[in-house]
Structure formats: C-alpha cells, structure tokens
C-alpha cells in the first residue's frame, strides 16, 4: 500500500453512499472505533452535523469528550473511519483512549489499519498530544500489531464492564 494514495479526511456529503456502504459492510452493526454513529431513522446531513457539533463541543452528551471524526479514503472509497478523543474522561481512560479506529472487513490485513491510526497520531500532536492512548479487545490481534507498529507500549489490561471483554490499553510517545 502506498501511503500517498489514502488520506484522512472530514466527513462529507458527498460520501453519503460510500459511508452507508462502509458501515452495511458491518451488516449494519456498531463500528467500533468509529465514534458517533448514525441513529435509526436519521438524515445523513442530520448525522454530519452531530460530527461537526462533536467536534466543536457543542450540544455532546454529558459522558462524552469534544471529539474528531475523520475518514481514510482512497480513489473515493471509504475504507476506515477513527474518533480522535481531544482529551480523557473516565471511561476512556480505562475503555476507548484518545483513539479510536475501524478498518472496513474487506481491507482488512491490508496495511490501513497502521496507516489509519498513523494519520490520526498527526492530527493528535497537533491537538498538543504528546501521548495518546489507543485501547483494543485483547482478542483483536490485528489492532494489537497496528497499535504496536504505531509505537504502542502496553500499560495494562481490564475487564469492560459492559461487554466483559478484556480490554488492552497501550500508550504511544507522541
């Protein structure tokens, strides 16, 4: 994979039928990683704002922190999103970190998963970053070596209380 041919970009309309196909790829279940998502019955310029209000801090849910959505497209292709988390609460410390990432299940072992969260690490330093925390399920070897490919040094594991998964949490040197 050549690194000039993806790039990082803000959610956009003109991207609508290439998201709803990116997340259908996930027979429409959670992405994890990919921060907000749309809601059941939700216009996608709907969708776009609540992103855009996420990541100025306007009109968040009380549990959640001021937040980037960005998008890894090549030739107009969505192939992964990522939530970058401006800063730390509670649950993210222990659950989710400053990072958050998803690769679309066809262009998995594929190299954007480190190209991904490697793109995200620059819009992180200059947010002023100078260690994010990026978290995966321990049964997720793939994104285990992406974060380790990425510099990430494992600090330690714990159990999710809301799925029971063991959740590892890695730091990287920004």
Known sequence: MAEQQVQLIEPSIKFRDEYLAFVAEFDNAHVHGGGVRMKDGETFEIFLQRLADCASGVNIPQDY?????????????????????????????????????????????????????????????????????????????????????????????????????VTQRYWIAL
Do not use: F
Request: proline share 2%.
């Open 65 to 165: 922190v001021k937040a980037n959505t960005y998008w890894l497209v090549k030739d107009k292709r969505i192939l992964g999103t990522c939530n970058l988390r401006h800063e730390l609460n509670d649950r993210l410390r222990n659950y989710g970190g400053h990072i958050g990432y998803s690769i679309r299940p066809c262009e998995w072992n594929k190299g954007y998963g480190t190209e991904l969260l490697r793109l995200a690490m620059d819009k992180a330093r200059k947010l002023g970053i100078s260690r994010a925390l990026v978290t995966c399920d321990k049964i997720n070897i793939g994104s285990a070596r992406v974060i380790q490919k990425n510099g990430g040094v494992l600090d330690s594991e714990g159990v999710d209380p809301e799925d029971g998964k």
